[in-house]
C-alpha cells in the first residue's frame, strides 16, 4: 500500500495563499489533488499524469499550480488568490495506472488537511 500524508494546510484571508505538500512512500503513475467541503461531494482539484501532464478544475484555472518532486516522491500545489468558496478539507490521491481526475480513477489517499479562507 502507498502512504500519503499531507501538510501545510490552515487558515488564511481571502487572496492569501497557501502551499499543500504530500509525501508519498514511493513512486506512483499519477497523482493529484481533491477537495470535500461539507454537503458537497468530493471534487478533483489538480492532477498530473505520468507524462507531466496537468489538469485543472474550471474554478482553480489560473489560480492553482500542482507540481511534484520525483526524487522526494512529493507532490504539491500552490494555491493563490483563495477565495471562501476554496474552503474545504484538501485529499491527496494517487494511482499506480493511467486514467483522468476523477476520484474513482485513484486507489490510494491521504487523511486530508484543513483549508480554511475567511476574513
Known amino acids: 500500500q502507498v502512504n500519503l500524508v499531507e501538510s501545510g494546510g490552515g487558515s488564511v484571508q481571502p487572496g492569501g495563499s497557501l502551499r499543500l505538500s504530500c509525501a508519498a512512500s514511493?513512486?506512483?503513475?499519477?497523482m493529484g489533488w481533491f477537495r470535500q467541503s461539507p454537503g458537497k461531494e468530493r471534487e478533483g482539484v489538480a492532477c498530473?499524469?505520468?507524462?507531466?501532464?496537468?489538469s485543472y478544475a474550471d474554478s482553480v484555472k489560473g489560480r492553482f499550480t500542482i507540481s511534484q518532486d520525483n526524487a522526494k516522491n512529493t507532490l504539491y500545489l500552490q494555491m493563490n488568490g483563495l477565495k471562501p468558496e476554496d474552503t474545504a478539507m484538501y485529499y491527496c490521491?494517487?494511482?499506480?495506472?493511467?486514467?483522468?481526475?476523477?476520484?474513482?480513477?485513484?486507489?490510494?489517499w491521504g487523511q486530508g488537511t484543513q483549508v480554511t479562507v475567511s476574513s
Open positions: 514511493e513512486h506512483t503513475v499519477s
Open positions: 490521491a494517487a494511482k499506480s495506472g493511467e486514467g483522468g481526475c476523477s476520484t474513482d480513477n485513484y486507489h490510494y
Open positions: 498530473v499524469d505520468s507524462g507531466g501532464r496537468t
